[in-house]
T-cell receptor, first 114, second 111 residues
Framework: DQQVKQNSPSLSVQEGRISILNCDYT??????FLWYKKYPAEGPTFLIS?????DKNEDGRFTVFLNKSAKHLSLHIVPSQPGDSAVYFC?????????????FGEGTQLTVNP | ETGVTQTPRHLVMGMTNKKSLKCEQH?????MYWYKQSAKKPLELMFV???????ENNSVPSRFSPECPNSSHLFLHLHTLQPEDSALYLC??????????FGNGTRLTVT
């Protein structure tokens, strides 16, 4: 049973526009969420996280929104840049202290066109 | 330099071979992990070590055998693998409540 789902395997946007990547989860015990970015031939790198006590966390061009009632989170990238082209993974864990025991989604391939 | 180094980057092995994957972290972390990423699937947690002690084995077949001699080194010993074990094997490390830092992975092909 997939507890973290990213329903869009791919997304293509124009440079300068907003990229919105979505993630849904089913386990109500999850209360810490992370986004990772992965370039080809490299390991995933941590991008941004959010605790369930918040509904928004912003870091530069990246903002993560959490809707606990809908069990949904999204990553907004604005403005999008060609260097943002990568696979983005959503991940979740039970508590922030166990943020290392992560359940991952399948990933979304983002392509930002110049 | 990611701080987590995995060798080899690519490995091709037959089903009767024995090989080992190596991971080393230079970040002073106390926990290390093995993840598996198969095509079109999420990353799957395989093993977790905290302070060299295995704290999680996620129902991994015994043909995968982890070893953690110290907090900086982690191995995954492989023997009598199957073609469906072909995947990207990722090592990661962390402190107790910090995000994972991943290595660049070993691309394993079992023939």
């Amino acid at each position: 049973d997939q507890q973290v789902k990213q329903n869009s395997p791919s997304l293509s946007v124009q440079e300068g526009r907003i990229s919105i990547l979505n993630c849904d989860y089913t386990n109500s015990m999850f209360d810490y969420f992370l986004w990772y970015k992965k370039y080809p031939a490299e390991g995933p790198t941590f991008l941004i996280s959010i605790s369930s006590i918040k509904d928004k966390n912003e870091d530069g061009r990246f903002t993560v929104f959490l809707n606990k009632s809908a069990k949904h989170l999204s990553l907004h990238i604005v403005p999008s840049q060609p260097g943002d082209s990568a696979v983005y993974f959503c991940a979740a864990s039970g508590t922030e202290t166990s943020g290392s025991r992560l359940t991952f989604g399948e990933g979304t391939q983002l392509t930002v066109n110049p | 330099e990611t701080g987590v180094t995995q060798t080899p980057r690519h490995l091709v092995m037959g089903m009767t071979n024995k090989k080992s994957l190596k991971c080393e972290q230079h970040l002073g972390h106390n926990a290390m992990y093995w993840y598996k990423q198969s095509a079109k699937k999420p990353l799957e947690l395989m093993f977790v070590y905290n302070f060299k002690e295995q704290t999680e084995n996620n129902s991994v077949p015994s043909r995968f055998s982890p070893e953690c001699p110290n907090s900086s080194h982690l191995f995954l010993h492989l023997h009598t693998l199957q073609p469906e074990d072909s995947a990207l094997y990722l090592c990661a490390s962390s402190l107790v409540s910090s995000p994972l830092h991943f290595g660049n992975g070993t691309r394993l092909t079992v023939t």
